[in-house]
């Protein structure tokens, strides 16, 4: 009984010393070309022809300290897609009036005016959605680790 003290006392210590550190700096998310990882997890858009995306990791709320286990992502793509892309996605799913919410490395490339219908896409794993403007080629993808 004794040693069962011991140890629930140490291994209560060692968590408490671990939640008070600090979290590690943010590394800034690095705009990357190739289409490629792109074009794997959204296999439902077609062909992408040119893509500039970034992948995040999604930590805890402000204040809160994030507990050990797996670390979601958030990958965001703004992509050039191949002919009929758009109409592809537009006709075969159901789609709404909505705004990407694009992390700042892309919200420059963003076109400005476009009227984006936001459209959701089947989960394998992760939450995805793209977001494509009737009679444009191109298309903003987002898809989060869930």
Known sequence: MRTMGKTLGITAAVVL??????????????????????????????????????????????????APGPTDYRLSALVKLGPGGAQKVLGGYECHTGVPAAPEQLKALLPSGATWRSCELPANGKARTAFVVAGADQAFLTSTTM
């Open 17 to 66: 010393i671990a939640a008070c550190d600090p979290a590690p700096p943010e590394e800034e998310a690095v705009v990357h070309t190739d289409p490629a990882p792109v074009a794997e997890t959204f296999p439902e858009v077609g062909e992408i022809v040119e893509a500039s995306w970034v992948e995040e990791k999604m930590g805890a709320p402000e204040g809160r300290v994030a």
